[in-house]
Structures are given as C-alpha cells and as structure tokens.
C-alpha cells in the first residue's frame, strides 16, 4: 500500500504542468527549424534563377523563376520573411531574366538623330 501511495506521488511530479515559458519555447524552436528549411528553399530557388542568368539560359531562367514566384509569395504569406522582401526579390529576379530577352537597340539608329 506504501508503494502504490510513492508511485502516485512521483507520477504526480512527472506529469506537472508546463509553463507557459515552457511552452513558447517548444513552440519556438518548432518554428525556428520549419523556418530555417523553407529559407532554405528559398534560396534555393532564387539562386537557381541566377545561375542560369549568370549562364546566358533564358529557358532555364524562366522554369526557375516560375518555381521561384510560388516558393517566395508562399513564404511571404507563412510570415518567414515579408511580403514586401517577396514582392522585391520576384520583381529583381523577373527583371533580370527581361534584361536577358530584351532586344540591343542599335547605337548607331540613336547616335544619327
């Protein structure tokens, strides 16, 4: 009878309730490491948009940038980073792939007039 009364008493101290302090830490540290992988993912996608600028390959540039738009908008509404830095960094990678396409307007047509 003795040991079941101290087997209830030391489950009692196992099972305390957390503290809230406690528990914004768990919380935190779950967002912390969902975070740190979209991130990730992010940069993932943009610098993927800037190699193949870099390279000159407007079609791969263009597949990158549509998976890139998504990853960022989506990011941006889960509060990782701001919809404003989305907003910036989409229309940075868009006008760096149109800087690609555009077409070299002839000097001399310019210098004549």
Do not use: W
Request: aromatic share 0%; proline share 3%.
């Amino acid at each position: 009878m003795a040991e079941k009364k101290e087997d209830k008493k030391e489950e009692k101290k196992k099972k305390r309730k957390m503290t809230s302090a406690e528990k914004r830490t768990k919380q935190a540290e779950k967002r912390r490491v969902r975070n740190k992988s979209v991130k990730s993912n992010l940069r993932t996608a943009t610098r993927q948009v800037s190699q193949a600028v870099e390279k000159g390959n407007v079609e791969a540039a263009k597949a990158a940038l549509v998976v890139a738009i998504p990853t960022l908008q989506k990011a941006a509404s889960k509060g990782v980073i701001h919809k404003r830095t989305a907003s910036r960094k989409v229309s940075r990678l868009t006008r760096s792939i149109n800087k690609l396409t555009a077409p070299v307007p002839a000097a001399s047509e310019s210098a004549a007039g």
